[in-house]
């Protein structure tokens, strides 16, 4: 397929949708899915056909809108009206939204889009979440889906396309920060006569689920970033190394992959051109460290996925010994929209040295749990407090815990700070995949250090001392004060061990390990103080609670 | 390399094995399709024997410690059959800060097995998962597939007596 004929594809598909007057989306993404979205989009056609109203009013199943807490979603165009909470086994509410389309909104299940949730944010990775069918490839063609690979296979050199990545300032996403076109420029140069282009798609930090949603709700966005790619490096094989336990996004990863060979926009000969790239996914097996860079190429390759020590980096030496590029899902979902737009346009968006937007997962003690997508260098404040909608129940917020179990616990006295990888972790978090857990003043730190202590020490692979021993041992002391059993010196043995591990450890999964302990620490360790003292948890939530039966029933 | 024929012979004449062998095929009985592969078994049989991982290991030409280390050094696989029901229990940190940990204590309550354990009559498997991606909608239980959001431990101890039968009688 050539530029002009995709062209031509999204011509028509756009004049088909102008003549439809309506249009329902419902999200059918996992999180509206598990509320039973199904029925709802079911329910919704149906009702769509006995009133004989298919010509002017289509119905689709779309992905993910972001506020979950607030599912099964859905939104009328072209009023733009959400619907929120609604419920599939009550035809007299569907009816109710079919039959109002011109009118007013239902108002029981209505949502204004001015609410800050939606309005304060600023969609290029999700832009497409929530508008499109995910299983549809014409549906993401008429939004200009493709052109930028034709656009740059066709158009533009590789080092053209490099160059246009540095001058976007594109950071990787998953965590580490590094800049995206400086990594490509290193694959790009590097010598092989086989390269591969890898997606980590292992999003294993628990409370993040940004790049889950987007591989359901726009998988072709990743296809495409993930070919430009390869065409920038000039590799013609490529892997997405998924979580199993993200069948759904497998399913449509599938699907799209399907889609796209048919029409020539993957696979021999793209765009008529002599570049050619195939795109496999794999599966992972849950296996937290094969985030890690290394352990994700072992795993690829069928092995335990283990870290291996750095140099030789995978830009030089990866999967079969071939240099390999490896970023992660929200990092290629990036690349289409700065080469279409250019490179100057993404850089001005975000701070002096964090770029462009940033999705997060609001979780945990926050009225609007769900995701958002907002410029690098908001406040911490704005993303509890106005996109969150503050703390349920009349609570006090207490930390929020960014970067997964790598990361750190930011207390109250930040909340004005920039959200950028520098700021973060000049606070001794770091920024991670974009989970934020919010957690509100009934929280105990020391049972938040041993929950994350307890994770890592169950996934350190057990190849370096200082992370398998280490980690035990963190784990050991800080059960030793959550049950009552502490001493002051504790406290010294946790910083130094602490200290020891992030000196020592062999990759980045050792390195972060001790990061919620020594954070928690350092900002709550009063809390600590008292379980050792008092031998007695302030929150009722450890062992050594004063009444056990309220730490049963918890909250 | 040659890719090695598929030569061996199939461990039983269940028709399951015919999709094991379709996947290794697929990969050209590669030793980097493993994981794909003992992906399928599970998927078949529920969990990975020393059957299968004998079978595996000779079709694919690997040590048959390559493949049991694989097998046991991931998460998702599983070499205990399964019971006639799963209980996953999510024990991300957005489901542990909504009260996971109650909901396992309620689990622990009735059916007296923990994490990774299962019924002596085979009913329930309780798993504790990593994290499902689910975490807006925490605490969150998947019950034999399903995914139920924000549950309440009054919920799993109900489930779980209907399974385990005991407000049958």
């Known amino acids: 397929m050539t530029l002009d004929e995709l062209q031509e594809i999204a011509e028509q598909e756009k004049e088909e949708q102008k003549g439809i007057q309506h249009r329902i989306n419902v999200s059918v993404a996992a999180g509206c899915l598990s509320l039973h979205s199904d029925l709802v989009l079911k329910g919704l056609q149906t009702l769509v056909h006995e009133r004989g109203m298919e010509g002017t009013c289509k119905v689709k199943g779309v992905g993910c809108m972001g506020l979950c807490a607030a599912g099964p ?15 599939a086994d009550r035809p007299e509410v569907l009816a109710a939204i079919v039959d109002n389309l011109d009118g007013k909104p239902v108002p029981e299940f209505a949502l204004s889009p001015d609410v800050p949730f939606f309005a304060k944010q600023q969609r290029i990775v999700l832009e497409n979440c929530g508008e499109i069918d995910p299983e549809r490839i014409e549906d993401y063609i008429a939004v200009d889906g493709y052109q930028a690979l034709l656009n740059c296979v066709a158009n533009r050199t590789r080092d053209d396309v490099v160059q246009e990545l540095i001058k976007s300032g594109l950071r990787g996403r998953g965590g580490g920060g590094y800049p995206t076109g400086l990594k490509w420029s290193m694959v790009a140069k590097a010598k092989g006569e086989q390269k591969y282009v890898i997606c980590n798609a292992d999003e294993g930090d628990p409370g993040a689920f940004m790049d889950r949603s987007v591989l359901e709700s726009d998988p072709h966005r990743v296809l495409e970033g993930m070919a430009i790619a390869a065409y920038a490096v000039g590799a013609d094989k490529g892997y997405i190394y998924c979580r199993a336990e993200y069948p759904l996004a497998v399913k449509r990863l599938k699907i799209a992959i399907r889609q796209a060979e048919k029409m020539g926009l993957l696979g021999k000969r793209i765009g008529e051109s002599d570049f050619s790239f195939d795109v496999e996914v794999r ?13 994700l190429i072992a795993s690829v390759e069928g092995k335990r ?29 990036n690349v289409a929209p700065i080469l279409r737009k250019g490179g100057d346009w993404f850089a001005s968006i975000g701070t002096a040295k964090s770029k462009g937007t940033k999705v997060f997962a609001l979780v945990g003690d926050v009225n609007n749990t769900g995701l958002i997508e907002v410029p690098m260098g908001i406040s911490l404040r704005d993303l509890v407090y106005t996109l969150g909608g503050g703390i349920p129940g009349n609570r006090n917020f207490k930390a929020v815990q960014t970067g997964g179990p790598s990361g750190g616990c930011i207390p109250e006295q930040y909340l004005d700070m920039p959200v950028d990888y520098e700021s973060l972790a000049s606070v001794g978090s770091i920024m991670g995949s974009g989970g934020m857990i919010i957690m509100d003043d009934s929280a105990c730190m020391v049972d938040v250090a041993k929950f994350f202590m307890d994770f890592m020490r169950d996934e350190s692979c057990g190849k370096c001392v200082p992370c398998r021993v280490g980690t035990t041992q963190l784990y050991g002391l800080l059960e030793r004060i959550s049950d009552g059993n502490g001493r002051m010196e504790d406290l010294e043995n946790l910083e130094r ?7 020592t450890a062999l990759c980045g999964l050792g390195q972060n ?18 379980h050792i003292t008092d031998k007695t948890c302030p929150q009722n939530k450890c062992a050594c609670s004063k009444t ?5 029933a918890g909250k | 390399m040659q890719a090695y024929p598929a030569s061996v012979p199939l461990p039983s004449s269940d028709k399951r094995w015919k999709l094991v062998e379709a996947t290794m095929r697929r990969y050209g009985h590669k030793a980097s399709s493993l994981i794909e592969v003992l992906h399928t078994v599970q998927e078949s049989f529920g969990y990975l024997d020393e059957v299968s991982l004998r079978f595996v290991a000779s079709s694919l030409r690997l040590p048959l410690s390559t493949v049991f280390g694989v097998a046991t050094y991931y998460h998702f696989f599983s070499l205990k059959p399964p019971g006639e029901h799963t209980c996953v229990v999510c024990m991300g940190t957005g489901c ?74």
């Not at chain 1, 056990?548 to 049963?552: C, E, F, L, M």
Request: with cysteine.
């Open chain 1, 73 to 87: 979603l859905m939104r009328c165009e072209p009023q733009h009206t959400y619907y929120g909470s609604v419920p």
């Open chain 1, 305 to 333: 996925g283990v870290p291996r020590p750095r140099p030789p980096y995978p830009a030089y030496s990866g999967l079969n010994h071939s240099p390999t590029l490896l970023n992660n899902v929200e990092t290629y979902a």
């Open chain 1, 513 to 530: 390990a001790p990061n919620p302990v020594t954070s928690t620490l350092a900002y709550f360790r009063d809390e600590y103080v008292k």
């Open chain 2, 96 to 169: 542990y800060v909504k009260g996971a940990g109650n909901l396992m204590k309620a689990i622990e309550e009735v059916a007296h097995v923990g994490a990774g354990e299962t019924t002596p009559d085979g009913k329930v498997s309780v798993v504790a998962a990593r994290c499902i991606g689910a975490c807006s909608l925490s605490p969150a239980v998947i019950f034999d597939g399903e995914v139920f959001p924000k549950v309440q431990p009054s919920t799993v101890k109900d489930q779980l007596r209907r399974w385990m039968g005991h407000d049958a009688g």
């Open chain 1, 283 to 295: 599966l992972g097996a849950g296996a937290f460290v094969c985030g890690e860079e290394t352990a």
């Open chain 1, 497 to 503: 061990l602490g200290s020891m591990v992030q000196r």
């Open chain 1, 548 to 552: 056990p039966a309220a730490s049963a």
